[in-house]
C-alpha cells in the first residue's frame, strides 16, 4: 500500500467500487486530479507523478451524505464545533452533512448562516451545507425570511427538535418554500402526547416507572404533515422516522404521488426500548427507541423505497449532561462515527445488500437534497469513501473525533470500518495516521 499525497492526481487501485447513481458494482480503479473523478475503470495506467493506493479487498464508495447533523456551533461550542463535527463526520466516511439549525442563536438569519459557512470553510473538514429555521426563532410563530436564508446558502429548512405546531404555518411554510425548491424538514411530534415522556410507552417503561412517549406522538405529526403536503404540493421531509404506523403512512402517501422523503436513523434499525433498562441515559433519544415491532417496519421500509435515507441524527452532548439522571438528561447520540458499521449491519443480516446500504447513505441522501453529490461519475466532486467491510473494531467513545461521548455502543464489537475519506481529491482522514 503506498502513500499518497493530498491535492494531486491519484489514482487508487483494485478495489470494488460502489456507485449506486452510476449502477457499477465491479473491480476496477479511480482516478482523481485536480479533485475531480478524471476516470473510473478496470487498468487504468498511472502517470509519472500520479500516487498509488492499493485497494484490493476494499470497497471504494461516494463519500457519505448526513442529511441530519448538529454542529453545535454558534453557541454550544463546549458540546461540538464545526470543527470537530466534521473531523468526525470524516472519521465516519462522510463528506457533507447538512447542518441543523438549533444553535444560538438560531440559524434562523442570513448573518447565522453566513457564520456556519464561514467557519466550514476555514475550519471545516469536509462540506457543511446549513439548514435554516421554519420560524423565527424556532417558536412556531412567524415563518422566518426563507428566501433570505436560501440565499444565502441554506439547502432546506426546518424547525429541528422543535416540530411545527400549528398546521397553518406548516401550511404556509410547505406552499412558501414551493418558490426556492427547498424541503421543510419536520421532526414529528405532538407535545402533548410526549409532554415528560422520557423513553418509549410500553411494557420496558412500565417496568422502569418512567413516563413513556406513545407512538402517537409520532404519527399523528406524520399524518398531519403527509395531509399538508398533499394539499400544497409542497416538499416535505420527515426526520428519523421510529414508528411502523409512520412508515405505513408515508408508503401509502407515496403511491398516492405525495412529495414526500423520509430518513432513518441507525440506533432506530438497531436498538429496541430495551436499551434504556438501567436506566441509560445514553440510549435516551427523541424520538425514542422503539418496539422490535417498530425497527423491523422501519428496516422494511429502508428495504423497500418508503425511506429514502440513512441519516445519523448526530446529537453529541457533554458527558457530565449524560450523566444527570435519565429524566433530566438530554436526548441524542454522537451517531457520525458509529453510522456504518450499523449500517453495514443490515447487509450482513440479509436485510439489503451492500449497494442498497451505500445508496441509503450517497446517491439516495444526495437525492433528496437535489445535490450534485453521492456519486463517482467523471467530472464529479472527489468526494470519495473507502471502506474495509470486514475490518473489526470495538467501538471506544474516548477515541471518538467528535468532542462528546454520548453513544450506547461503547464496548459494541463492529464490523465495517472507514479507510480514508477524500474530500475534492483531499485525504480528510485515514486510519492509519
Same mark, same amino acid.
Given at each position: 500500500?503506498?502513500?499518497?499525497?493530498?491535492?494531486?492526481?491519484?489514482?487508487?487501485?483494485?478495489?470494488?467500487?460502489?456507485?449506486?447513481?452510476?449502477?457499477?458494482?465491479?473491480?476496477?480503479?479511480?482516478?482523481?486530479?485536480?479533485? +475531480?473523478?478524471?476516470?473510473?475503470?478496470?487498468?487504468?495506467?498511472?502517470g509519472p507523478r500520479t500516487a498509488? =493506493?492499493?485497494?484490493? &479487498?476494499?470497497? !471504494?464508495?461516494? &463519500?457519505?451524505?448526513?442529511?441530519?447533523?448538529?454542529?453545535?456551533?454558534?453557541?454550544?461550542?463546549? +458540546?461540538? #464545533? !464545526?470543527?470537530?463535527?466534521?473531523?468526525?463526520?470524516?472519521?465516519? &466516511?462522510?463528506t457533507t452533512v447538512f447542518a441543523m439549525p438549533n444553535t444560538n442563536p438560531i440559524n434562523?438569519?442570513? *448573518? /447565522?448562516?453566513? $457564520?456556519?459557512?464561514? $467557519?466550514?470553510? %476555514?475550519?471545516?473538514?469536509?462540506?457543511?451545507?446549513?439548514? &435554516?429555521?421554519?420560524?423565527?426563532?424556532?417558536?412556531?410563530?412567524?415563518?422566518?425570511?426563507?428566501?433570505?436564508?436560501v440565499e444565502a446558502g441554506c439547502a432546506a429548512i426546518s424547525?429541528? @427538535?422543535?416540530?411545527?405546531?400549528?398546521? $397553518?404555518?406548516m401550511r404556509r411554510a410547505l406552499e412558501y418554500t414551493l418558490s426556492f425548491g427547498v424541503p421543510v424538514i419536520d421532526h414529528c411530534e405532538d407535545l402533548a402526547l410526549s409532554s415528560g415522556g422520557v423513553m418509549h410507552e410500553g411494557k420496558v417503561s412500565t417496568m422502569l416507572g418512567l413516563r413513556g412517549v406513545p407512538a402517537a406522538a409520532? #404519527?399523528?405529526? !406524520?399524518? %398531519?404533515?403527509?395531509?399538508? *403536503?398533499?394539499?400544497?404540493?409542497?416538499?416535505?421531509?420527515?426526520?428519523?422516522?421510529?414508528?411502523?404506523?409512520?412508515?405505513?403512512?408515508?408508503r401509502e402517501a407515496k403511491a398516492r404521488g405525495v412529495r414526500v422523503t423520509a430518513e432513518a436513523c441507525p440506533h432506530h434499525f438497531t436498538l429496541t426500548d430495551e436499551a434504556v433498562i438501567g436506566f441509560k441515559a445514553d440510549a435516551k433519544m427523541n424520538p425514542p427507541l422503539r418496539s422490535r415491532e417498530d425497527v423491523l417496519a422501519v428496516i422494511e421500509g429502508l428495504k423497500d423505497g418508503t425511506i429514502d435515507a440513512i441519516a445519523t441524527d448526530h446529537a453529541p452532548h457533554a458527558p457530565e449532561e449524560k450523566s444527570w439522571p435519565i429524566a433530566e438528561a438530554p436526548f441524542g447520540v454522537v451517531g457520525l462515527e458509529t453510522a456504518l458499521p450499523l449500517a453495514l449491519a443490515l447487509s450482513a443480516e440479509g436485510h439489503l445488500s451492500l449497494p442498497q446500504?451505500?445508496?441509503?447513505?450517497?446517491?439516495?441522501?444526495?437525492?433528496?437534497?437535489?445535490i450534485d453529490r453521492g456519486s463517482l461519475r467523471v467530472g464529479a466532486?472527489?468526494?470519495?469513501?473507502?471502506?474495509?467491510?470486514?475490518?473489526?473494531?470495538? /467501538?471506544?467513545?474516548?477515541? =471518538? %473525533?467528535?468532542?462528546?461521548?454520548?453513544?450506547? =455502543?461503547? @464496548?459494541?464489537?463492529?464490523?465495517?470500518?472507514?479507510?480514508?475519506?477524500?474530500? @475534492?481529491?483531499?485525504?480528510v482522514y485515514d486510519a492509519s495516521a
Open positions: 500500500m503506498t502513500t499518497q499525497t493530498n491535492g494531486g492526481s491519484l489514482l487508487i487501485r483494485g478495489g470494488r467500487v460502489i456507485d449506486p447513481a452510476a449502477g457499477l458494482d465491479a473491480i476496477c480503479d479511480v482516478e482523481i486530479a485536480d479533485g +475531480k473523478i478524471a476516470a473510473c475503470g478496470p487498468g487504468l495506467k498511472p498509488l =493506493f492499493n485497494a484490493t &479487498g476494499l470497497v !471504494v464508495c461516494p &463519500g457519505f451524505i448526513d442529511l441530519h447533523t448538529h454542529v453545535r456551533e454558534p453557541g454550544y461550542e463546549y +458540546k461540538e #464545533t !464545526v470543527k470537530t463535527a466534521t473531523e468526525s463526520a470524516a472519521a465516519g &466516511g462522510f434562523d438569519t442570513r *448573518a /447565522v448562516t453566513e $457564520l456556519v459557512l464561514d $467557519l466550514a470553510r %476555514r475550519e471545516g473538514a469536509i462540506n457543511v451545507r446549513p439548514v &435554516g429555521a421554519v420560524t423565527k426563532g424556532s417558536r412556531g410563530e412567524e415563518l422566518a425570511e426563507i428566501g433570505e436564508l424547525d429541528d @427538535g422543535r416540530p411545527v405546531t400549528s398546521s $397553518l404555518v409520532e #404519527t399523528v405529526m !406524520v399524518a %398531519r404533515d403527509l395531509a399538508l *403536503a398533499e394539499l400544497t404540493g409542497g416538499r416535505l421531509h420527515l426526520a428519523h422516522m421510529s414508528c411502523a404506523a409512520s412508515v405505513r403512512m408515508i446500504v451505500i445508496a441509503l447513505m450517497t446517491s439516495k441522501p444526495a437525492a433528496v437534497m437535489r466532486p472527489a468526494d470519495v469513501t473507502v471502506i474495509d467491510p470486514e475490518a473489526e473494531w470495538v /467501538v471506544d467513545p474516548a477515541q =471518538f %473525533r467528535s468532542k462528546s461521548r454520548n453513544t450506547p =455502543f461503547a @464496548g459494541w464489537k463492529m464490523r465495517g470500518r472507514v479507510i480514508k475519506t477524500l474530500v @475534492g481529491g483531499k485525504v
